[in-house]
């Protein structure tokens, strides 16, 4: 198993661009999960989906999209990009909650996002 | 709310201290779960331990070990003759019912000096 894995590595934006970051996961989960890190900082949710067809905000969606047609693949996209949005972005995936219960999240490698 | 407090920002020890990592957290759901990442300086983020509400056993593992209390919303994260591969930011993170939406604390950078 690859696990969770992103692309690109790295990517320098220039302001009013867009871009997509990739995430994908071989390991069947239906929770999927974007955050963001900041220097120095915790990890903040942007988005999560709890299977395919359904996406919901987490506590900074805004200047992001995402979709999730497949169990697999759960892209980020960034409109229109700004300086503020200068981060470390990790896509991460989990076992689904049967029974309320919460599993761990793997997490990808990171895509680190720099807008000039 | 949930939320998830990590008071210490940064800790420096030396090689062979033990050391604790205090995490403090809020939620109104009576079942939660919690989690200890680390990330160490490569960037990526591991796993630790995960812990559900209804297990307020403490945990050892090696040389790690965590103390969850109830009574006082703490989930402390221990580390005994700490090397300097334990140097990190360790994160406390925490899920209500449904694993829907983790709340991450800011992290407590540890550095263990040789």
Same mark, same amino acid.
Request: net charge negative; aromatic share 14%; glycine share 8%.
């Given at each position: 198993?690859?696990?969770?894995?992103?692309?690109?590595?790295?990517?320098?934006?220039?302001?009013?661009?867009?871009?997509?970051?990739?995430?994908?996961?071989?390991?069947?989960?239906?929770?999927?999960?974007?955050?963001?890190?900041?220097?120095?900082?915790? $990890?903040?949710?942007?988005?999560?989906?709890?299977?395919?067809?359904?996406?919901?905000?987490?506590?900074?969606?805004?200047?992001?999209?995402?979709?999730?047609?497949?169990?697999?693949?759960?892209?980020?996209?960034?409109?229109?990009?700004?300086?503020?949005?200068?981060?470390?972005?990790?896509?991460?995936?989990?076992?689904?909650?049967?029974?309320?219960?919460?599993?761990?999240?793997?997490?990808?490698?990171?895509?680190? $996002?720099?807008? $000039? | 709310?949930?939320?998830?407090?990590?008071?210490?920002?940064?800790?420096?020890?030396?090689?062979?201290?033990?050391?604790?990592?205090?995490?403090?957290?809020?939620?109104?759901?009576?079942?939660?779960?919690?989690?200890?990442?680390?990330?160490?300086?490569?960037?990526?983020?591991? =796993?630790?331990?995960?812990?559900?509400?209804?297990?307020?056993?403490?945990?050892?593992?090696?040389?790690?070990?965590?103390?969850?209390?109830?009574?006082?919303?703490? =989930?402390?994260?221990?580390?005994?003759?700490?090397?300097?591969?334990?140097?990190?930011?360790?994160?406390?993170?925490?899920?209500?019912?449904? #694993?829907?939406?983790?709340? =991450?604390?800011? #992290?407590?950078?540890?550095?263990?000096?040789?």
């Amino acid at each position: 198993n690859a696990g969770v894995t992103q692309t690109p590595k790295f990517r320098i934006l220039k302001i009013g661009q867009s871009m997509t970051l990739q995430c994908t996961q071989d390991m069947n989960h239906n929770y999927m999960y974007w955050y963001r890190q900041d220097p120095g900082m915790g $990890l903040k949710l942007i988005y999560y989906s709890v299977g395919a067809g359904i996406t919901d905000k987490g506590e900074v969606p805004n200047g992001y999209n995402v979709s999730r047609s497949t169990t697999e693949d759960f892209p980020l996209r960034l409109e229109l990009a700004a300086p503020s949005q200068t981060s470390v972005y990790f896509c991460a995936s989990s076992y689904p909650g049967y029974g309320g219960r919460t599993d761990e999240q793997f997490f990808g490698p990171g895509t680190r $996002l720099t807008v $000039l | 709310a949930q939320k998830v407090t990590q008071a210490q920002t940064e800790i420096s020890v030396v090689e062979k201290e033990d050391v604790t990592l205090d995490c403090v957290y809020e939620t109104r759901d009576t079942t939660y779960y919690l989690f200890w990442y680390k990330q160490p300086p490569s960037g990526e983020l591991v =796993f630790l331990i995960r812990r559900n509400s209804f297990d307020e056993q403490n945990e050892i593992s090696g040389r790690y070990s965590w103390n969850f209390q109830k009574s006082t919303s703490s =989930f402390n994260f221990t580390i005994t003759a700490s090397q300097v591969v334990d140097s990190a930011v360790y994160f406390c993170a925490l899920s209500e019912t449904g #694993g829907q939406n983790f709340v =991450f604390g800011p #992290g407590t950078r540890l550095s263990v000096l040789p």
